[in-house]
DNA sequence: TCTGTATTTCTACTAGTATCGAAATATATG
DNA sequence: CATATATTTCGATACTAGTAGAAATACAGA
């Protein structure tokens, strides 16, 4: 077993745990099914009745982590899920997958949602 | 859009936040490696350097959110990967990508890993 | 430049989580 | 039944995160 380069395991322990609270899984999901196109901040404060400054500290933690993207169009921020990160992390949660038992390969975790 | 019987988003929250903390997600990915024979707490505790009590409050903590099983064999426990719960997880985080947006079917989320 | 709208930053409080040594429990074996 | 091994539960401490009202910032339009 060759030397890992880097361990990428803390990364996404936090790219998860970004996603582990009801409010930021809700606004994840959201922003993946208005992808490619997002939503902006209001509109997601309104979908999900959550206090603007809460809102933005969520937005915050889930933009630290990549998950997510913002740009700015006027006075309004648009946030839009980064699919290719997401994409990343469920290949790396089955990487190893069975690795000492059985040999199975997982590729193409996942295909949809073209970037 | 038909009522949701049951909103299961704070569920998957829980999952997310468990395997949110980087020794818990160590753990994990070790079960996963090694499933479906699975570990037994020494072996973890010996792998990841935990001590043992800090390593089984992770554990249980996994176990509560169903990510995790455990059988007793002797003086041992015995843990292994809920691989099928570990699929329901992803299936919902990609089950309404796209949907208002763009017509993306998203199936087969993974065939590997037969528990 | 004044006004309104969108959103973030500041500040503070509260509650939850990670950690681990020590003691307790469960099982096996001589 | 006494002892050894494997693992959990107890208890205590330190840290981290979630929440939201109020003030500040960014932009657009009259």
């Keep these: 077993m060759a030397k890992r ?9 936090d790219m998860l745990a970004a996603m582990g609270s009801e409010p930021r899984l809700r606004i994840v999901r959201l922003l993946l099914a208005t ?29 630290n982590e990549d998950l997510i993207a913002m740009r700015r169009d006027g006075t309004s921020l648009w946030y839009t899920a980064n699919v ?21 390969a997982v590729e193409e975790i996942l295909s949809a949602c073209n970037s």
Excluded at 37 to 49: H, P, R, S, W, Y
Aim: include cysteine; charge should be neutral.
């Design 35 to 63: 992808h490619p196109t997002g939503a902006k901040a209001g509109d997601i404060q309104a979908e999900l009745g959550i206090p603007s400054s809460t809102l933005s500290h969520h937005l915050e933690k889930l933009r």
């Design 84 to 104: 290719d990160v997401l994409r990343e992390l469920l290949s790396f949660l089955y990487a190893e997958c069975c690795t000492r038992s059985q040999v199975i």
């Design 5 to 13: 380069k880097l361990d990428q395991t803390p990364r996404f322990a």
